[in-house]
C-alpha cells in the first residue's frame, strides 16, 4: 500500500482538498465545537466592553446632575435667607416689613 502524497498548496486549501484529509474528517465534531466556543466567547467581549461603555457614560452623568443639583441647592439656600430676602423687598419696592414680635404656637 502506498501512502497518498500530501500536497499542501495555495489551490489545494482554497479547493476544499484539505477538508477531505483524514485529520479534519475525524475531528470535525471537535472543530465546529471550537468555532462555536470562539463566536461565543467574541460576542460575549463585544457585549461586555458596550455595558462598561454604557456604565462609564451613565457614571458621568450622575456625576453631573449631582453637581447641578448641589448648585442649585446651594443657590436655593443663598436666596431664602433672610437678609437676602429683606432686600429683594426693598428692591421691589414692595410695603412689607418683618415681625416685631416672635411668632407663638397655639394649642390643640
Do not use: W
Not at 437678609?83 to 414692595?94: F, T
Request: one cysteine or more; a neutral charge; hydrophobic letters at 40%.
Amino acid at each position: 500500500m502506498e501512502k497518498k502524497k500530501k500536497h499542501f498548496s495555495f489551490i489545494y486549501i482554497l479547493g476544499g482538498g484539505i477538508l477531505n484529509g483524514d485529520f479534519i474528517m475525524r475531528h470535525t465534531r471537535m472543530i465546529v465545537l471550537i468555532v462555536v466556543l470562539i463566536i461565543f466567547f467574541i460576542g460575549n467581549r463585544y457585549s461586555c466592553m458596550q455595558k462598561l461603555s454604557k456604565i462609564d457614560h451613565l457614571q458621568k452623568e450622575l456625576q453631573d446632575v449631582r453637581f447641578e443639583a448641589l448648585s442649585i441647592s446651594s443657590e436655593l439656600t443663598g436666596h431664602s435667607r433672610q437678609s437676602q430676602i429683606e432686600s429683594l423687598i426693598e428692591e421691589q419696592g414692595i410695603d412689607l416689613e418683618g415681625a416685631q414680635t416672635p411668632p407663638y404656637e397655639l394649642e390643640k
